[in-house]
């Protein structure tokens, strides 16, 4: 026994120089939304108080995309576009780490293609513009909950694919607004011309939209 110890004692300790050291940082406010857009800048490591150069490696979120599609009487000539417009987005904003669902309002809300499940393409070309509502706050709050059960972290985005306005929405525009912020959902649209106004394509304060 005691030489057996003896050997283990005498065991030869191999250091090696570590020159590289990966840490893996996720940041989040204090309201834990994710803050994107950071710089090696940004951050400050040290070992054993000695500040050490910093390379930033950035790996972003994987993107949960919810489009919203009007489709009443009013944007009936404009399905079509609708239907490549979508096709493209999901490819270029979801893109292959990313997911997508839709869902296509006018008089009600319906959930056209809940995530990982369905074809975007097959469930756009199905779409018939019928009534005369434009539900789109209503649409808004229910893809908002859509987002919610997608598993964290991701970067959640909703995109309105209609025109600028809403009638008949039981929600209100401060309501999705409030929630969005909550969830920390990003809203953008495409907006879809009225009358014989231009095709315009922006991102937008919801207080844009009028009720």
């Known amino acids: 026994l005691c030489a057996q110890l003896d050997r283990a004692q005498q065991r030869t300790t191999?250091?090696?120089?570590?020159?590289?050291?990966?840490?893996?940082?996720?940041v989040v406010s204090k309201e834990g939304k994710y803050i994107p857009g950071l710089s090696a800048g940004d951050f400050r490591v040290t070992d054993n108080g000695h500040l050490q150069t910093l390379k930033?490696?950035?790996d972003e979120l994987p993107i949960s995309l919810v489009i919203a599609a009007q489709a009443n009487k009013y944007v009936r000539d404009y399905l079509g576009l609708i239907l490549n417009t979508s096709a493209l987005l999901?490819?270029?904003l979801a893109g292959a780490n990313g997911n997508c669902a839709l869902i296509v309002y006018g008089d009600t809300v319906t959930v056209r293609k809940p995530f990982g499940e369905g074809d975007l393409q097959f469930a756009l070309k199905g779409l018939s513009g019928s009534g005369d509502k434009s539900v789109m706050a209503d649409a808004?709050?229910?893809a908002i909950d859509v987002l919610k059960e997608q598993p964290a972290p991701r970067s959640r985005v909703l995109l309105f694919i209609g025109q600028p306005f809403d009638y008949g929405s039981k929600s209100g525009i401060q309501d999705l607004e409030a929630k969005a912020e909550r969830e920390d959902v990003q809203i953008y649209s495409l907006s879809l011309p009225i009358l014989n106004k231009s095709f315009v394509s922006d991102s937008f304060g919801l207080q844009g939209f009028g009720s």
Do not use: H
Request: hydrophobic content about 45%.
């Open 14 to 26: 191999i250091r090696v120089p570590v020159r590289l050291v990966s840490v893996p940082t996720l």
């Open 140 to 142: 808004g709050m229910r």
């Open 90 to 92: 999901e490819n270029s």
């Open 56 to 58: 930033l490696d950035v």
